[in-house]
């Protein structure tokens, strides 16, 4: 039993160096802007991934004068808060962070059809 015991590689994990907080993969903030169908012709914009310090209700009580539609926040247990806007806003909605200075074109993310 000690020769096996001596022949046992030990285990190696290649990923380490990656799991390493220091290396700085992945550590871009990245703003989500998807659309959802609903029924027929009506569709939900989703903007995920803001900073926490912003108030949520003020971007939304700002994109919703601007864009004259509804929307709400929503408290979501894997994604934090999440704006929604009814209609398709996702052009809107981007140039509007750009615009206000609270995210740069880089970061944003647009995603559906």
């Known amino acids: 039993m000690s020769e096996l015991d001596s022949q046992v590689p030990t285990a190696f994990d290649p990923f380490a160096d990656a799991n390493v907080e220091d290396s700085g993969a992945g550590t871009k903030e990245y703003v989500h802007i998807r659309v959802q169908q609903r029924n027929g012709r009506k569709s ?17 009580k700002d994109l919703k004068k601007e864009f004259c539609c509804n929307g709400t ?21 981007s140039t509007f ?6 995210v740069k074109k880089d970061n944003i993310k647009i995603h559906g059809f």
């Open 97 to 102: 962070l750009v615009q206000a200075g609270l």
């Open 44 to 60: 939900l914009t989703t903007v995920q991934g803001l900073k926490k310090e912003y108030s949520y209700t003020k971007i939304l």
């Open 73 to 93: 926040v929503v408290q979501d247990s894997e994604l934090g808060q999440v704006i929604q806007l009814q209609g398709d806003q996702r052009k809107n909605v």
